[in-house]
Structure formats: C-alpha cells, structure tokens
C-alpha cells in the first residue's frame, strides 16, 4: 500500500486535498483524523504539517508526500522532488526597509529573521556572507520593525504583506518555490499512477476541448493558430467543403483562439472542459 504524506494544515493543505480528491483518490471527512486508508485505491493518507512531510518521506516511513519546494530544501531531507504541482507558487526573497540594502554582501554581519533558516544560511554560505539568522516561526515581516532583526527572507507571493511593513525585496532571487510531489529515496511502483493521476488534473485545469467546423480550404492557418497538444483530430462533415475538428487548447487563451478561428471562417465554436485526462 502507498503511503502519502497530506499537508494538514496552511495555504497548501486545501488544495492539496483538493486535487488527491480529483485524482479520484477518498479522503478523510473529519478533519482531526490524522490517517486514512483508501481500500480501492490502495493508499494510505497520512496528515501532516507540511514542515515536517520532507522529513518522513526523508526517512523512508512515508513513501512519498505533496510539500512546499522551500519546505523540501529547508528540511535538508534525502527525500527528493518528482513533480512540480503548479500551485502554491512564490518566491523566497530578501526584504529590508525601503531603501536600505541593494545587495547581499551588504548584510554581512547583520540579524536576519526567516522561518527558513537552513536555506537562507545554505544561501549565503554560498556567496560567502556570514550573517546572524534569527529564526522565527511566522508573521516575520513584523521582525525588522520590532527591532530583533535589520532584514528577513521570506515568502512573498503578490508583495503586499512586505509592503503593509515598509518592506521592499532586494538581491537575488533565493529561490522560486511551489507545491511539490516528492519521493523516498526508494521509490515505489504506485508513485507512477499518482502522479499520472495527479497531472490528469492538471491538465484537466489548465486545458479545454475545442471543436469547431470549419472549411477545408483553411485547415492549414487554423491548425497554425490552435496546435493541440499531438495534432487536432479532423473528422470529414456531409459537405464535403468543410471539416469537424477537435482539438486540446491552454484554457486562459480559449477566447482569443476563438475569435482567431471565427475571423478565420470556422463555425459552431464549442469549448467543454475535461474532467480527467492521461497524456
Ligand atoms: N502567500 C503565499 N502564496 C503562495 N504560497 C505560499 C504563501 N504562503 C506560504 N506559501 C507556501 O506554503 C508553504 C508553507 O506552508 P505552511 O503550511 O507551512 O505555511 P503557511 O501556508 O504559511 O501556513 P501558516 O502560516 O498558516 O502556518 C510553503 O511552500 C510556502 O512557499
Ligand atoms: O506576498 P504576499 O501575497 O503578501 O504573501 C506572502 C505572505 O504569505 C505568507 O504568510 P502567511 O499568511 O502564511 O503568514 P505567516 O507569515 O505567519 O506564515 C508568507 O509567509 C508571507 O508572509
Ligand atoms: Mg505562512
């Protein structure tokens, strides 16, 4: 049976849920059930505070889990990444008050609070600063204005909690972060239909099914405008001037491809959506 580590708690832990429900996977219905067995599915859900998910699936107890990449590297666990899920997505940066630092070199020797602090020492040992890490636990863009350090290194996703505290990023980018599917060392034969099933819904989110008729003459431009993933699939109509296609489109550029191929001469634009797919 696989066992997989379920963050229980925090920004990941919904959708999470979400897409292992998705997948087709049964989950808990109380949410103070620590373990869950899905029988048909042969999988055990085991919640866990996303912080600590690296280091079970590190150890090998928990065969793989979903995580933050931060939370991965951070944990310094053996346990390593298989698959991006596409949610959850930040940067993890250096942030000072407005105007202070433009470079790294320039917190030598100075505090700096993160929840991090594996990652942000691993950083800058890299490139040679030595500073003083001041680890903290959360809400740590409140640490410079309180005065227990002079910079932090944090998550930052759309910028606006830096900037309630004054803050501003500086330096390089520490690392580009989302939610991750991660192994034991030691990866086990369910893993593969996880994550088939896992990038089922992902492209099950990210993509739609287009078909429209349209006259053969313009199959060439059309085709040129809406590629599909393989190539679309072009079925002969009763006319034998125009053509049925179907074909797999980016969900956000739907419209746009529609107007394309109407201006082009194609009618009966139908977009549907797709509720499970394997590529
Ligand atoms: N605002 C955000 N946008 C995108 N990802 C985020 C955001 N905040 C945290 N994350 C990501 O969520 C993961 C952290 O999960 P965790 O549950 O430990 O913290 P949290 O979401 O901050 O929860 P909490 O603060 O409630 O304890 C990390 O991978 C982090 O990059
Ligand atoms: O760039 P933004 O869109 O503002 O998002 C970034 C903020 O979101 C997270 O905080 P969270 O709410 O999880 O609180 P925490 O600091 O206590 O973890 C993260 O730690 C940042 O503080
Ligand atoms: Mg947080």
């Known amino acids: 049976m696989l066992r997989i580590a379920v963050p229980n708690k925090g920004s990941l832990?919904?959708?999470?849920?979400q897409m292992l429900a998705e997948a087709g996977y049964s989950l808990r219905r109380d949410p103070k059930q620590l373990v869950?067995?899905?029988?048909?599915?042969?999988?055990?859900?085991?919640?866990?505070?996303?912080?600590?998910?690296?280091?079970?699936?590190?150890?090998?107890?928990?065969?793989v889990g979903i995580t933050g990449r931060d939370l991965l590297l951070d944990s310094g666990s053996i346990a390593h990444?298989?698959?991006s899920l596409d949610f959850a997505r930040s940067t993890f940066r250096f942030a000072a008050p407005v105007g202070e630092y433009t470079e790294i070199s320039q917190l030598q020797g100075l505090r700096i609070a993160t929840s991090y602090p594996a990652l942000v020492d691993t950083f800058l040992r890299e490139r040679g600063v030595t500073a003083h890490l001041v680890p903290l636990d959360g809400a740590v863009e409140s640490a410079v204005r309180l005065g227990v350090a002079d910079a932090i290194a944090d998550v930052v996703e759309t910028g606006a909690t830096l900037r309630a505290a004054g803050l501003e990023v500086f330096?390089?980018?520490?690392?580009?972060?989302?939610?991750?599917l991660i192994s034991a060392p030691e990866e086990q034969p369910g893993l593969r239909t996880l994550m088939r099933r896992l990038h089922g819904v992902l492209v099950a989110r990210q993509?739609?099914?287009?078909?429209?008729?349209l006259p053969v003459a313009h199959l060439d431009e059309a085709v040129t405008i809406a590629?599909?993933?393989e190539s679309p699939t072009v079925s002969p109509l009763?006319?034998?001037?125009?053509?049925?296609?179907r074909v797999m489109i980016p969900?956000?550029?739907?419209?746009?491809?529609m107007d394309a191929l109407y201006a082009l001469g194609a009618r009966a634009l139908l977009v549907t959506a797709i509720h499970a797919a394997r590529l």
């Open 13 to 17: 832990s919904e959708t999470a849920s």
């Open 251 to 257: 969900r956000a550029s739907a419209n746009q491809m």
């Open 227 to 229: 590629p599909g993933i």
């Open 36 to 63: 869950f067995t899905d029988h048909q599915n042969e999988v055990e859900f085991f919640y866990l505070r996303p912080r600590d998910i690296a280091t079970y699936v590190g150890s090998g107890a928990l065969h």
């Open 207 to 213: 993509y739609v099914i287009m078909d429209y008729d």
């Open 171 to 180: 330096g390089p980018v520490i690392l580009e972060s989302s939610a991750v």
């Open 81 to 83: 990444e298989v698959s």
């Open 238 to 245: 009763r006319d034998p001037e125009w053509v049925a296609v």
